[in-house]
């Protein structure tokens, strides 16, 4: 399971309130990500963090927000979630041995439905 | 950014037969490409990688190959398995800290 774990597994929520996702690594890896998976659009990069209080927008960024207050932490927050959030969220961690050998590992996923 | 294309969007082969998907990517210093293996209601597993230094690497039914003056890489499974039945994505990565996925083909393997 590449020691990573997401909650919660799934939730249900209302349109307008904020939502927190978190995702937790017991590896010590440095870079870690959230993805959302949407039939016909496969994994769209959120947020990725390069370290602590270090993260950067990726391709969807836009009504998320991210934190990583600790390396083993990385938490995802929709600010006031709309139903275009609904998705399957998966977090992951990439092994960074200076270049030479990246491999991504994915969590579990999160199956958020906003109504 | 990159930009992953994958193809097909589905496929369906015979038990036994082979199976090949597609991907082009449009960053020339795009250089790792992972493909991911992904069942139903699973997370997305890593089943074979390839960096831009080598053509072609193969893990027993599955090889991956790669042409970096055209930009794109291909996943070949031989003799399929009904076990093989999954939906599959390729990525590309540069500096090992983006990856950016293609929409993914979903096999099945006919009995």
């Known amino acids: 399971d590449a020691g990573i774990t997401q909650s919660p597994r799934h939730k249900v929520t209302e349109t307008g309130t904020p939502v927190t996702l978190r995702c937790h690594q017991t590896?010590?890896?440095?870079?870690m990500y959230w993805y959302r998976q949407d039939p016909g659009h496969g994994l769209r990069l959120i947020h990725y963090s390069y370290g602590v209080k270090d993260t950067d927008k990726g391709e969807v960024s836009d009504g998320y927000s991210v934190s990583r207050s600790k390396t083993e932490d990385f938490l995802l927050t929709l600010e006031s979630a709309t139903s275009s959030q609904t998705s399957v969220y998966f977090c992951?961690?990439?092994?960074?041995?200076?270049?030479?050998?990246?491999?991504?590992?994915f969590g579990s996923g999160t199956q958020l439905s906003v109504l | 950014g990159e930009n992953v294309e994958q193809h097909p969007s589905t496929l369906s082969v015979q038990e036994g037969d082979s199976a090949v998907i597609k991907c082009t990517y449009s960053?020339?210093?795009?250089?790792?490409f992972p493909w991911y293996k992904q069942e139903l209601g699973k997370r997305p597993q890593l089943i074979i990688d390839?960096?831009?230094?080598?053509g072609e690497k193969k893990d027993q039914r599955i090889a991956v190959t790669l042409n970096k003056t055209a930009k794109h890489f291909s996943l070949h499974i031989t003799e399929t398995q009904p076990e093989d039945s999954a939906v599959y994505f390729c990525?590309?990565?540069?500096?090992?800290?983006?990856?950016?996925f293609g929409t993914g083909t979903s096999l099945t393997v006919i009995p």
């Open positions: 990525a590309a990565s540069k500096h090992g800290n983006q990856f950016y």
């Open positions: 390839i960096r831009s230094n080598v």
């Open positions: 960053d020339s210093a795009s250089n790792y």
């Open positions: 590896e010590n890896h440095r870079y």
């Open positions: 992951a961690i990439s092994e960074d041995r200076q270049g030479v050998d990246e491999k991504l590992f």
